[in-house]
């Protein structure tokens, strides 16, 4: 059990939660210079999916759109191949 444990970890546990915590201390540290906080990321991320959201149901608009003005052509075309072709 230890040894599977370490190699999904890729080292013991111990050793894993001191790296991720000495990371986690550089990381917020830059993050805070930066003026970077998990607020403003959880924010921009919730932003970014409405946004995607709203204009991707706006895109699927646009493609229904171009949908009925290519069959407005391509449907009568299409029946008068048929009716053509049936003749023979």
Do not use: H
């Not at 290519?70 to 048929?82: D, E, H, K, S, Y």
Request: net charge positive.
């Amino acid at each position: 059990m230890s040894d599977g444990v370490n190699r999904f970890l890729g080292d013991t546990p111990l050793r894993v939660a001191v790296k991720l915590l000495i990371l986690s201390i550089a990381l917020g540290f830059l993050m805070s210079v930066f003026g970077l906080y998990p607020d403003d990321i959880l924010r921009a991320v919730r932003d970014f999916i409405i946004n995607l959201w709203e204009k991707g149901f706006a895109a699927l608009g646009q493609v229904g759109d171009y949908l009925v003005l290519g069959a407005v052509i391509v449907v009568p075309v299409f029946l008068v191949i048929r009716v053509l072709s049936y003749r023979r």
